[in-house]
Nanobody, 116 residues
């Protein structure tokens, strides 16, 4: 079965960096576009970034452009989110996602807290 396991979250000061990882299993990772979403308290879940199956194309929410970088390693079945210049408004639970046969799959999420 499809499994997505996020890691790498934590508490960081404004201006700091974190790298999130999402380890995938149970499907052919290399043929799917992968997504990172986040959900802040009291807000709807929002798309942060996505990367196509080969890694040849990426896209970002305006709020993170120039600060976040999505990447993937198809040999390791892992997608990453490098987050730099973090702001308090980046505080959220971050989830990785894919849509397979019209069904969305989510990991359990990893908490990112940006605070001094």
């Amino acid at each position: 079965q499809v499994q997505l396991v996020e890691s790498g979250g934590g508490l960081v000061q404004p201006g700091g960096s974190l790298r999130l990882s999402c380890a995938a299993s149970g499907f052919t990772f290399s043929i799917y576009t992968m997504y990172w979403y986040r959900q802040a308290p009291g807000k709807e879940r929002e798309l942060v970034a996505y990367i196509t199956n080969s890694g040849g194309s990426t896209n970002y929410a305006d709020s993170v452009k120039g600060r976040f970088t999505i990447s993937r390693d198809n040999a390791k079945n892992t997608v990453y989110l490098q987050m730099n210049s973090l702001k308090p408004e980046d505080t959220a639970v971050y989830y990785c996602n894919l849509v397979r046969q019209a069904t969305p799959y989510w990991g359990q999420g990893t908490q990112v807290t940006v605070s001094s």
